[in-house]
Structures are given as structure tokens and as C-alpha cells.
Nanobody
């Protein structure tokens, strides 16, 4: 069973930083692809980062500002978000997929989400 629990959301001014955490269980097998997905108000979902043992991929909208990392001992994922912009305001979801790993992966498992609000 896969369980994902995000934390670390909040409100910040433009230019600020936040770090999201995702405590994962049931995803230690190397076949898993982990990711972060966001959905802004009135917008569709956007996969912003994916990671497996081979590579980490970022969407152009966050490249150079966000960093996806993981602590394999604690099975915890992190999303460090710097230089935040009002358009980054979204609910952020930790996600997992099996097999193919890229921004287009089938992220079947999702956490409950955490709200990030960036004010101008």
C-alpha cells in the first residue's frame, strides 16, 4: 500500500522560499517514480517534477527555482521552492507512479495536498 503525506505549505511573499516535505510509505522499490504535482486556482494539474534513481526532471515553469530531493533513509521527499512567484500559488501534491518516469508518468498515487499561497 502506498501512502503519501505532504506538509510544509503556507503563505509567503513573492521572492520568498518554502520547503515542502512528503513522508512516503510503500514506495521504496526502485520501480517507483516520485513526483510533485500542483493545481492552481481555476487551472489544470501541472506535473512540476519527477524523480527516480536515474534522473530528476523539472517543468520549465519551475526549473532553476525548485529543487526536488529525497532522504532514502527516512523515505521522505522534499521540494525546496525558491524565488516564489504569485503564479506558484497552488495546492501541491506529492505523487508516485510505477515504471516510466518523466513529467508524463502515470502518477496514480497522490497525497492529500498542501496549500502554497504567494502574495505580491
Amino acid at each position: 500500500q502506498v501512502d503519501l503525506l505532504e506538509s510544509g505549505g503556507g503563505s509567503v511573499q513573492a521572492g520568498g522560499s518554502l520547503r515542502l516535505s512528503c513522508k512516503a510509505s510503500g514506495t521504496t522499490h526502485s520501480s517507483f517514480c516520485m513526483g510533485w504535482i500542483r493545481q492552481g486556482p481555476g487551472k489544470g494539474e501541472e506535473v512540476i517534477a519527477s524523480m527516480n534513481d536515474a534522473r530528476t526532471t523539472y517543468a520549465e515553469s519551475v526549473k532553476g527555482r525548485f529543487t526536488f530531493s529525497q532522504d532514502k533513509v527516512e523515505n521522505t521527499l522534499y521540494l525546496q521552492m525558491n524565488s516564489l512567484k504569485p503564479e506558484d500559488t497552488s495546492v501541491y501534491y506529492c505523487a508516485a507512479a510505477r515504471g516510466y518516469c518523466d513529467l508524463g508518468a502515470d502518477f496514480y498515487w497522490r497525497g492529500q495536498g498542501t496549500q502554497v499561497t504567494v502574495s505580491s
